[in-house]
């Protein structure tokens, strides 16, 4: 199993195109996909802020 983590674009078309060499041999694969928005900063935004909620949680 290989575990990459890379940054890359999607294009005008929607389309995210991967071309990512490997040492695995050749073979059927599962891949699961996980895409996390980079914020134009290089920070990434939080997303919810749950400080509205402090001290709601408990009663």
């Known amino acids: 199993m290989e575990v990459l ?3 890359t674009t999607i294009d ?3 389309y995210l195109n991967l071309n990512i060499p490997t040492q ?4 059927a694969v599962n ?5 996390n928005p980079v914020a134009s900063d290089g920070k990434q935004k939080p ?6 909620l ?6």
């Open 5 to 7: 983590k890379l940054t």
């Open 12 to 14: 005008e078309s929607g």
């Open 24 to 27: 695995l041999a050749a073979g």
């Open 31 to 35: 891949i699961v996909v996980v895409l």
């Open 47 to 52: 997303s919810y802020d749950f400080s509205d």
């Open 54 to 59: 402090v001290g709601q949680l408990i009663s």
